[in-house]
């Protein structure tokens, strides 16, 4: 399928790159992207194992488009930001394992699609943020619950009362981002992290996923007797006899989707 706002790069069969691609807007979230968002992913979840999302230009993604936003009523808002919230759960329960590219500003709605993603690598001239307040707004595509989530509510609610801009470095001091790269290696070092889990089990990473996302809102004993159960059931699967076998025997598994 063409896009008019994102650009989907083959990197192999298993792996893609999903850029933002509305520069002059510093690739600015409309309802339109998150449309092409949604239907991106649920195109490619049968097909690509590894999504990089990544912007064009110097912005990741530098929030909700401002000039849609001041035209919408109550009612409009209130479907807008569910309608975001609904894109952005659908990356983060995706059986595609998501990692955001952070190139720039992330902020708003930028730093809220970053937080869907399963993991967050930032270059060093990145910007995050969540700036609502300073619009009389709070952020609606999920910052106010998966931060906190994330990295406690003392440096959630900093980073939303303020609505201040944060370093990468000051970012993964809180624990928003995994790394911090140079942004001429951004790409690759997202790549070098993508093709180790590609080099991975494809049933195992995917209930991996899976099972940590879904264990965040059980109780502790009820997420580690769904873990013991997940676990029991890749015993009957072909990947896990592979991969044992593989280890004894000293060679590298064999494993396909």
Not at 10 to 15: D, F, G, S, V
Not at 55 to 60: S, Y
Not at 171 to 179: D, E, P
Request: one cysteine or more; glycine letters at 10%; charged letters at 25%.
């Amino acid at each position: 399928m063409s896009y008019q706002y994102i650009k989907l790069e083959e990197i192999n069969n298993q792996l893609k790159i999903l850029k933002i691609n509305r520069p002059n807007s510093l690739n600015a979230l409309n309802t339109e992207v998150l449309k092409e968002i949604q239907t991106c992913f649920e195109e490619e979840k049968t097909k690509t194992r590894v999504i990089i999302l990544t912007g064009e230009g110097k912005a990741f993604v530098a929030g909700a488009d401002i000039s849609q936003m001041k035209e919408l009523g109550s009612q409009e808002a209130k479907e807008f930001s569910q309608m975001g919230q609904k894109v952005f759960h659908q990356i983060d329960f995706s059986p595609i394992i998501s990692i955001a590219a952070i190139n720039g500003f992330a902020l708003g709605g930028g730093l809220e699609l970053a937080l869907a993603c399963d993991m967050r690598i930032a270059s060093t001239n990145a910007k995050m943020g969540l700036p609502e307040v300073s619009l009389g707004l709070i952020p609606g595509f999920g910052g106010t619950q998966r931060l906190s989530r994330l990295i406690g509510s003392g440096f959630a609610l900093e980073i939303i009362l303020t609505g201040n801009m944060f370093s990468a470095e000051d970012c993964l001091r809180m624990g928003i981002v995994n790394k911090v790269i140079e942004p001429e290696k951004l790409l690759s070092s997202c790549e070098e992290i993508a093709n180790s889990i590609l080099s991975r089990g494809v049933v195992a990473t995917k209930q991996a996923k899976w099972i940590t996302k879904k264990g965040l809102d059980y109780p502790l004993l009820d997420g580690l007797e769904l873990e013991s159960q997940e676990f029991g059931k890749l015993f009957e699967g072909q990947e896990s006899k592979e991969g044992m076998n593989a280890f004894l025997e000293k060679r590298k598994p064999n494993f396909s989707g």
